[in-house]
């Protein structure tokens, strides 16, 4: 007799089926545009340009699979992969979210909070996007208001800074030496900005690891 099929049965099987057929229409889209045009690359260029940047994506994305799964669950990675914006959006309202239902990662529980807030995310991020091209010109004004410009500049500091809040006084011992590490990376290494956040957060988060095995053997956390 074969065995029904459970919830994680089906998110897997989901997950896979749109993650297979998302990378597929990204693929497509170049290259159907390539024939519509009749404008094919320098393949030569291209494959220098491949070997030097797919390797860095390539362990950016293994890292980020290993660093995210166990926060957001495997409905919420699945979910995450296919609409993307994972460190400055999903993955904080996924964690807010389980904060907030006292739901701790890893659980069922967990898993379906952090399944739904992506979902509910994803959803008002889509619908924001259609209000903001609708309304981008009559806007224009204000959003280019040089009084306002700063506090469109500190938006994503002050929901990162609101959920640091949150966490950091959880273990103020165990939160401080990431957060000495992170501030003298972008400190003293200019080349780290906005752009290097794909990769520092798994470099925080395995600093992170390292740092709370360390304190716990030896009795301070």
């Known amino acids: 007799m ?15 089926l749109w993650g297979l057929t ?9 290259v159907i545009l390539c024939f519509v045009f009749s ?23 293994l890292i980020e699979i290993f660093t995210y799964v166990p926060m957001l669950g495997a409905g919420g990675t699945y979910l ?6 994972i460190s400055n959006l999903k993955l904080p309202c996924a964690v807010d979210a389980m904060e907030r239902a006292g739901a701790k990662p890893g659980t069922e529980e967990a898993e379906v909070i ?11 991020t ?5 209000l903001g091209v609708i309304f981008i010109v009559p806007l224009q004004p204000i959003l280019e208001n040089p ?11 002050a929901l990162f800074g609101g959920l640091g809040v949150v966490f950091i006084s959880k273990n103020i011992k165990l939160a ?31 600093f992170t690891l390292l740092v709370a095995r360390i304190m716990y053997k030896k009795g301070r956390i």
């Open 2 to 16: 074969k065995k029904p099929a459970t919830y994680m049965d089906s998110v897997h099987r989901d997950g896979k």
């Open 147 to 157: 009084v306002l410009k700063p506090a469109f500049e500190m938006i994503l500091p």
């Open 176 to 206: 401080i030496p990431p957060v000495i590490l992170m501030l003298a990376l972008f400190i003293f290494i200019p080349a780290l900005n906005k752009s290097t956040v794909g990769i520092m957060v798994p470099v925080g988060v395995l």
């Open 114 to 124: 952090s399944t739904i807030s992506i979902a509910v995310s994803s959803i008002v």
């Open 80 to 85: 995450s992969f296919v609409t993307g914006n």
């Open 39 to 61: 404008a094919m690359p320098d393949w030569q260029a291209l494959g220098k340009g491949l070997i030097a940047t797919l390797p860095m994506y390539w362990a950016v994305g």
């Open 22 to 30: 998302v990378a597929a229409l990204i693929i497509l889209v170049p």
């Open 126 to 130: 889509t619908v924001i996007i259609i």
